[in-house]
């Protein structure tokens, strides 16, 4: 009997055991980051010239290639990302991370890492109905989010800063504008900006009264309970809220639910997946009455240096999303939908014209309120406290094109590092038409080189493989240079060269020339000369085969034979794509093979002149590829045995080619022998200019020997090669390329964002009437900002209303210090009461402004 | 099933051996076809719940127009070279692209039609090709999609589940002869353990033997960076092996045992048993004639249902041990709607329920003369 009664107690003991292991609070799953991506053009007008390269202190050293001898990629997922690192399993967890119980662990851990701007959310609103009489005409239900007024205030209704506090654990920003806090648009309209947040701020009974005199003027009345109704019908409103992606978006859906409830309204809390709502918000008929708001959230790719075409993405029906009823639903007056789509086409001819409908399209969508911005989420990547790594501060880390470069163990040379990702070898890889996924984007990106080098730091490139660049303007365009690798000039008209090659005939394979097309001649707005260095030819791909002009020719051909009809290549699914290419460009001109000196002709601009530099490189959407791999994949795709792209591989029956394995490989093994048998060069007509038949036998030799010792075809030139594919135990492993080109060290002076700090003295008491003068202190890790290094230092004066009194520029005393004068006139103007001073510092090395307030009292 | 429990078989007179002979082929063959067109009416109606379920009947084609409609509008805005275009050419470049990736999902034909090829297709074991999924050496085959995750899953669900069956019958025989001892009544105790899934065990191996002790690996099925050679790599094999099949195992064990021995303590009190008993029989011939002899078309039916779930994977312990296993593909191809994926999991599995529900009947007679078949 007393056994029994142990084993009875022994046995409820392990289920009360697990019980209370079981209500552990629950950690949300984190799924892949974003669905969406926000508009990316990418230029900015500055006046301001700096050195090309950035202050590099890093000792020398003779090591080429990538720091580490080996980089092991390995899937890991993100709720066990900050753990592995932790017990040392990985080293690198490169995607992003957003929860803030990941926050708290990885700095309990002692780990470093990254943050970047990463997803930013929204509530867009149906705005069916409106100036039709509010209703939904297939329902004849009000919708009261077809009234502006109603969508203005929802801006009252929801507080954000309640929002960051409680779902982001602090770590986001609140938000009012499609632009990104960190981004350099943001720091440019500041004082715009501020007026209107601090017009916007959460008020609660502000929204309530706007709100109900709306609902009333549109025939809603509330009842005995207190809820609207319309026509004795209770006004339900859906909200679609998503519950995948990061999982923030079901308590920031169910805190605007409970808002809305709190003044009137019932909500149907319709949670879902992308795809599970998707159908209603994006291809369904906002009409049918189905949804009122959506938890929208937008993601970027990298830092943004302009965001003049956001307005007519979110709310112009010439949006991108033109063929949803949901944007041929946003209805706005004339002048702005002509202001949105000349700020998407810059079309504006001068800086002080372009600030102007910037700040006019700012405030205006307000007025039309389709969506409320709530908060820019910030992201991480953790790593050992022993590496460090560059990170970009829109992409982070795993598809920054400087981590090859400047991932390290600190003050060491070589080792081996685990680097932990969600996922790889998603879809096949090749070059054309391949993986399109960030997982296998970052393995990519340490077998290539690219001609240019995007500034993790600004989005501003950087000369990589080329060595200088020139960039010709026709007319006044507001385009400026903030590097001196760039000479910048500008002329009335740019005549395209006759000579230059515009297009691709596929039977005779060879360029058509602009005279030819053209023979009355062709303008362009845009030339860039990219000048390549002598040490070019020095390069050498992984197969040992040396870099030639050859391989830069190619990737041309291959821009224009994929999607012309006629061409052995030709795939329906590249042709729109060519289109779009040709739209704005003009030909493209090889000056001089040896220095490579290479001039591109366009009618695309952009306001950084860097930005404007088209380089050549054999770089394809999806990866580099030497010519004589391309060849190898051509012949099987004439063949009919594969295809680049998944429509053409559906289409054929054929399968996806893939470089690194799978039944490609044998086909491309068995053309390559064929090729190489035969002697081939591929367009002879036009690459026999470049190749001869011995250099193409030894370049078909060098990858037979690399496929033999390596198991693929994915030859790149970057500091590392792809040494080892385990494709279902889902590992890369990458070794250093001693060959490479450069030092390890060329780009080490990106390894931390040079943030500024910013502190404010002065006196917290000022006399009504008195000239008051406050120091500016802008520091990064303790030592003065290099004046040379700001791009301005504003102030930006608040009266104890909350209400902009003046914006100003701050007085350069030296590096790292400033002065604010304010006059008598303007403290008379303050009068007496609390005030605050906001400064706001933009730093040429990054674009994320820095911000601090000073509050003083006035008497 | 059509089985017939006869009293003891009665000698037959010579002359009617043939006609009897006969007749019993008749019969089994007679069975045989009708319980093969039986099974495949089964097959093909569970297949095509399957495609109706799978594709939400139907609405799955809204759920992927609306996501190529956005993945495209996104693609577009990505790209600077489309800055150039007018509104009006942009729409016409997203029509044109949306038009060419419903055609290649065949979203330009009715679902009724394309269930209907689906279904045809599956029935003959032509997988087709995937809409969304490569397999992970990158082709679109469903048939490499399967195969690739086939060895994986087998080894993980095969060495756990084999361990777990045949230990748990095992133990159980044991126990059976050992009701009320201390051992019997700890499996007892122990048996609601069972409750929680294999991958809450396997949560909690990882916290104390991956993360705290630092012995065992997180996940994943090699070290990384993977062994250079064959014996080192299937030793890594083995080690990542270790914490799954534990979970796998644990998990199921003390209720396997539980459920195993309560059956034999059932057959163990048989008066023949006793008899067997009296008679002075070992408890091994007792165990092997008495108990396991007439309990073997149900161990024999246990084992066949076995063997073929090792083929479903298991979902959420792959996902937690990061194995790539068929499980995840099959939660991969659910989430990504890709029909012909999951109809060729399903197609595959309910073939091989089918070849053992058949196999069965079969060796029931085998093993028990009491039964027979189609009589």
């Known amino acids: 009997?007393?056994?029994?009664?142990?084993?009875?107690?022994?046995?409820?003991?392990?289920?009360?055991?697990?019980?209370?292991?079981?209500?552990?609070?629950?950690?949300?799953?984190?799924?892949?980051?974003?669905?969406?991506?926000?508009?990316?053009?990418?230029?900015?007008?500055?006046?301001?010239?700096?050195?090309?390269?950035?202050?590099?202190?890093?000792p020398r050293t003779t090591r080429k290639g990538g720091w580490l001898d080996q980089v092991t990629m390995t899937v890991v997922t993100a709720d066990a990302a900050i753990t592995q690192i932790s017990a040392g399993a990985v080293d690198v967890y490169a995607s992003n991370l957003s929860r803030p119980q990941d926050v708290i662990a990885a700095d309990a851990a002692g780990l470093e890492r990254s943050f970047q701007f990463g997803i930013y959310y929204e509530i867009t609103y149906n705005p069916s109905g409106e100036f039709e009489g509010n209703t939904f005409p297939a329902t004849g239900k009000l919708n009261p989010f077809a009234s502006a007024a109603v969508r203005e205030a929802m801006n009252w209704l929801i507080d954000r800063n309640y929002i960051n506090q409680e779902i982001y654990g602090g770590n986001a920003v609140p938000k009012f504008f499609s632009l990104v806090s960190g981004f350099p648009e943001y720091a440019k309209y500041v004082e715009t900006i501020r007026g209107l947040e601090a017009r916007y701020q959460y008020d609660l009974e502000r929204a309530d009264a706007q709100i109900s005199a709306e609902m009333e003027a549109m025939g809603a009345v509330k009842n005995a309970d207190g809820l609207w109704t319309y026509n004795d019908e209770v006004v339900d409103l859906v909200f679609l809220i998503r519950s995948d992606s990061d999982g923030t978006r079901v308590p920031m859906g169910d805190y605007i639910s409970n808002q809305l409830e709190a003044i009137g309204f019932t909500v149907t809390r319709q949670y879902g997946s992308s795809s599970e709502l998707a159908p209603l918000w994006v291809s369904?008929?906002?009409?049918?009455?189905?949804?009122?708001?959506?938890?929208?959230?937008?993601?970027?790719?990298?830092?943004?240096?302009?965001?003049?075409?956001?307005?007519?993405?979110?709310?112009?029906?010439?949006?991108?999303?033109?063929?949803?009823?949901?944007?041929?639903?946003?209805?706005?007056?004339?002048?702005?939908?002509?202001?949105?789509?000349?700020?998407?086409?810059?079309?504006?001819?001068?800086?002080?014209?372009?600030?102007?409908?910037?700040?006019?399209?700012?405030?205006?969508?307000?007025?039309?309120?389709?969506?409320?911005?709530?908060?820019?989420?910030?992201?991480?990547?953790?790593?050992?406290?022993?590496?460090?790594?560059?990170?970009?501060?829109?992409?982070?880390?795993?598809?920054?094109?400087?981590?090859?470069?400047?991932?390290?163990?600190?003050?060491?040379?070589?080792?081996?590092?685990?680097?932990?990702?969600?996922?790889?070898?998603?879809?096949?890889?090749?070059?054309?038409?391949?993986?399109?996924?960030?997982?296998?984007?970052?393995?990519?990106?340490?077998?290539?080189?690219?001609?240019?080098?995007?500034?993790?730091?600004?989005?501003?490139?950087?000369?990589?493989?080329?060595?200088?660049?020139?960039?010709?303007?026709?007319?006044?365009?507001?385009?400026?240079?903030?590097?001196?690798?760039?000479d910048l000039s500008f002329v009335d008209t740019i005549e395209v060269p006759a000579d230059a090659w515009i297009d691709w005939n596929p039977e005779t394979e060879t360029f058509i020339t602009v005279g030819e097309a053209y023979p009355d001649g062709l303008t362009a707005v845009r030339k860039s000369v990219s000048y390549y260095p002598a040490e070019l030819f020095d390069i050498t791909w992984h197969d040992g085969s040396s870099f030639d002009v050859a391989d830069v020719?190619?990737?041309?051909?291959?821009?224009?034979?994929?999607?012309?009809?006629?061409?052995?290549?030709?795939?329906?699914?590249?042709?729109?794509?060519?289109?779009?290419?040709?739209?704005?460009?003009?030909?493209?001109?090889?000056?001089?093979?040896?220095?490579?000196?290479?001039?591109?002709?366009?009618?695309?601009?952009?306001?950084?002149?860097?930005?404007?530099?088209?380089?050549?490189?054999?770089?394809?959407?999806y990866g580099d590829?030497?010519?004589?791999?391309?060849?190898?994949?051509?012949?099987?795709?004439?063949?009919?045995?594969?295809?680049?792209?998944?429509?053409?591989?559906?289409?054929?029956?054929?399968?996806?080619?893939?470089?690194?394995?799978?039944?490609?490989?044998?086909?491309?093994?068995?053309?390559?022998?064929?090729?190489?048998?035969?002697?081939?060069?591929?367009?002879?007509?036009?690459?026999?200019?470049?190749?001869?038949?011995?250099?193409?036998?030894?370049?078909?030799?060098?990858?037979?020997?690399?496929?033999?010792?390596?198991?693929?075809?994915?030859?790149?030139?970057?500091?590392?090669?792809?040494?080892?594919?385990?494709?279902?135990?889902?590992?890369?492993?990458?070794?250093?390329?001693?060959?490479?080109?450069?030092?390890?060290?060329?780009?080490?002076?990106?390894?931390?964002?040079?943030?500024?700090?910013?502190?404010?003295?002065?006196?917290?008491?000022?006399?009504?009437?008195?000239?008051?003068?406050?120091?500016?202190?802008?520091?990064?890790?303790?030592?003065?900002?290099?004046?040379?290094?700001?791009?301005?230092?504003?102030?930006?004066?608040?009266?104890?209303?909350?209400?902009?009194?003046?914006?100003?520029?701050?007085?350069?005393?030296?590096?790292?210090?400033?002065?604010?004068?304010?006059?008598?006139?303007?403290?008379?103007?303050?009068?007496?009461?609390?005030?605050?001073?906001?400064?706001?510092?933009?730093?040429?090395?990054?674009?994320?402004?820095?911000?601090?307030?000073?509050?003083?009292?006035?008497? | 099933m059509s089985v017939e429990v006869q009293s003891q078989p009665s000698a037959e007179i010579a002359p009617k051996r043939r006609s009897a002979a006969m007749q019993s082929f008749m019969r089994v063959a007679k069975y045989t076809v009708l319980k093969v067109f039986m099974l495949m009416i089964t097959v093909a109606v569970g297949v095509y719940l399957t495609i109706l379920i799978a594709n939400m009947g139907g609405y799955v084609d809204q759920i992927l127009k609306g996501e190529i409609r956005d993945r495209i509008a996104q693609g577009l805005n990505r790209d600077p070279q489309f800055k150039a275009m007018l509104p009006e050419q942009r729409a016409e470049y997203v029509a044109n692209e949306v038009a060419l990736e419903e055609q290649r999902l065949g979203l330009n034909r009715p679902f009724a039609l394309r269930s209907i090829a689906y279904l045809t297709n599956a029935l003959q074991m032509e997988l087709g090709r995937a809409q969304n999924m490569s397999s992970d050496s990158g082709s679109r085959q469903v048939r490499l999609i399967i195969l690739e995750r086939l060895a994986p899953t087998l080894l993980l669900m095969g060495f756990s589940n084999m361990f777990l069956f045949f230990g748990s019958i095992g133990i159980a025989l044991g126990l059976s002869r050992k009701y009320g001892s201390i051992w019997d009544k700890l499996i007892v105790a122990m048996s609601p353990t069972s409750s929680a899934p294999p991958w809450f065990y396997g949560v909690f191996f990882i916290l104390i033997f991956a993360a705290i002790f630092r012995v065992l690996p997180f996940g994943g099925m090699?070290?990384?960076?993977?062994?250079?050679?064959?014996?080192?790599?299937?030793?890594?094999?083995?080690?990542?092996?270790?914490?799954?099949?534990?979970?796998?195992?644990?998990?199921?064990?003390?209720?396997?045992?539980?459920n195993w021995r309560t059956f034999f303590l059932i057959y163990s009190s048989e008066d023949y048993v006793d008899m067997a008993k009296a008679k002075g029989l070992s408890d091994r011939d007792v165990e092997s004639r008495y108990i396991l002899r007439p309990t073997l078309p149900t161990i024999i039916t246990n084992f066949g249902l076995l063997v073929i779930t090792l083929w479903t994977g298991a979902i959420i312990t792959e996902t937690v041990f990061q194995w790539p296993g068929l499980g995840r593909t099959a939660y991969r191809a659910i989430g990504l709607y890709d029909t012909p994926v999951i109809v060729g999991l399903t197609i595959i599995y309910a073939y091989l329920l089918a070849l053992t529900v058949f196999l069965l009947d079969i060796i029931y007679a085998i093993v028990d003369p009491r039964v027979k078949i189609g009589g």
């Not at chain 1, 799953?29 to 053009?41: C, F, K, Q, R, Y």
């Not at chain 1, 995007?454 to 400026?480: D, F, K, W, Y």
């Not at chain 1, 060519?578 to 000056?591: C, N, Q, R, S, Y």
């Not at chain 1, 303790?782 to 504003?794: C, L, N, Q, S």
Request: glycine share 8%.
């Open chain 1, 1 to 58: 009997m007393i056994k029994n009664r142990l084993m009875l107690v022994l046995g409820l003991l392990v289920i009360a055991s697990m019980v209370l292991g079981a209500c552990q609070p629950a950690t949300p799953a984190t799924t892949e980051p974003t669905d969406t991506t926000s508009p990316t053009d990418t230029t900015s007008p500055t006046d301001t010239t700096a050195p090309t390269e950035e202050v590099v202190e890093a």
């Open chain 2, 222 to 258: 090699i070290d990384a960076p993977p062994p250079t050679n064959q014996v080192d790599y299937a030793l890594s094999v083995i080690k990542h092996l270790i914490l799954p099949s534990s979970a796998i195992i644990i998990s199921a064990m003390f209720i396997s045992i539980y």
């Open chain 1, 553 to 621: 020719v190619m990737a041309m051909i291959m821009t224009f034979a994929t999607g012309m009809e006629g061409s052995p290549l030709y795939d329906e699914a590249q042709a729109g794509a060519l289109d779009a290419f040709k739209g704005g460009f003009k030909g493209f001109k090889i000056v001089s093979e040896s220095p490579l000196v290479v001039e591109f002709y366009t009618d695309v601009w952009f306001e950084d002149a860097e930005l404007n530099v088209t380089t050549l490189w054999p770089a394809y959407g």
């Open chain 1, 284 to 486: 369904g008929n906002i009409d049918d009455g189905l949804w009122h708001l959506y938890t929208g959230a937008w993601g970027v790719g990298g830092v943004s240096r302009t965001d003049a075409g956001d307005f007519q993405f979110f709310y112009s029906p010439n949006s991108v999303y033109a063929f949803t009823t949901l944007w041929q639903g946003y209805t706005l007056s004339d002048e702005d939908l002509a202001l949105y789509d000349d700020l998407a086409n810059s079309a504006y001819s001068s800086l002080e014209e372009r600030d102007a409908m910037m700040a006019a399209a700012l405030e205006s969508t307000f007025k039309y309120g389709y969506r409320t911005w709530v908060v820019d989420g910030r992201a991480f990547s953790p790593w050992q406290p022993n590496v460090s790594v560059a990170f970009d501060l829109a992409a982070g880390v795993d598809i920054n094109p400087l981590w090859p470069h400047t991932l390290r163990f600190d003050d060491a040379e070589g080792g081996s590092l685990n680097w932990g990702t969600p996922d790889l070898f998603v879809d096949p890889a090749n070059p054309v038409g391949g993986s399109n996924w960030t997982y296998d984007n970052q393995w990519q990106l340490a077998t290539n080189d690219r001609g240019v080098m995007g500034n993790p730091h600004t989005g501003i490139p950087l000369p990589q493989r080329i060595e200088r660049a020139e960039v010709v303007i026709a007319g006044e365009l507001p385009v400026g240079a903030t590097y001196d690798w760039v």
């Open chain 1, 625 to 859: 590829a030497a010519w004589h791999v391309i060849a190898v994949a051509n012949s099987a795709e004439i063949n009919g045995e594969l295809a680049y792209t998944a429509d053409k591989a559906e289409a054929s029956e054929v399968e996806w080619t893939n470089f690194i394995g799978g039944p490609s490989l044998e086909i491309m093994k068995t053309n390559l022998d064929e090729l190489a048998a035969a002697g081939s060069v591929p367009f002879a007509a036009t690459l026999g200019m470049y190749i001869t038949p011995e250099e193409a036998a030894a370049r078909y030799a060098n990858l037979d020997a690399f496929y033999g010792q390596y198991g693929h075809f994915w030859v790149g030139t970057g500091p590392y090669i792809l040494s080892q594919v385990f494709l279902v135990e889902k590992q890369a492993v990458l070794v250093n390329n001693p060959n490479y080109i450069d030092l390890s060290d060329k780009w080490a002076g990106f390894a931390a964002p040079k943030i500024a700090a910013v502190e404010v003295d002065g006196s917290a008491r000022v006399t009504v009437g008195a000239e008051a003068i406050f120091d500016v202190f802008v520091t990064f890790e303790g030592a003065a900002y290099p004046a040379d290094e700001i791009a301005g230092v504003k102030y930006i004066l608040y009266n104890s209303a909350g209400e902009i009194v003046e914006v100003g520029e701050a007085a350069p005393v030296a590096d790292g210090q400033y002065s604010v004068t304010l006059s008598g006139a303007t403290t008379t103007s303050l009068g007496a009461g609390s005030n605050k001073l906001e400064i706001a510092v933009v730093a040429i090395p990054v674009s994320v402004p820095a911000f601090t307030t000073f509050e003083f009292v006035t008497e």
